[in-house]
């Protein structure tokens, strides 16, 4: 559905400036390995919404969305 969709574009707008912007600070002031493990902790709330949203009642399409969006762009730092 819609959540899905702006979902994933939060996504990859999110990653895409990240990576431009803050990935070689935040990979030197946390160093490589607490950058991963930031980063596989940021992806669990991630995969984390999806379910959530789903289990939202239908009629709350709103907080879906939200939820989604805020889902997409946790996941956007985490890439």
Do not use: H
């Amino acid at each position: 559905g819609d959540a899905g969709s702006y979902q994933s574009g939060a996504l990859y707008i999110t990653y895409a400036l990240t990576a431009l912007m803050f990935s070689s600070a935040l990979n030197e002031a946390l160093g490589p390995r607490w950058s991963l493990v930031v980063a596989a902790g940021l992806y669990s709330l991630y995969v984390l919404s999806l379910p959530l949203a789903l289990m939202l009642p239908p009629e709350a399409r709103g907080a879906r969305v939200a939820l989604a969006l805020c889902g997409g762009t946790v996941g956007g730092f985490a890439a």
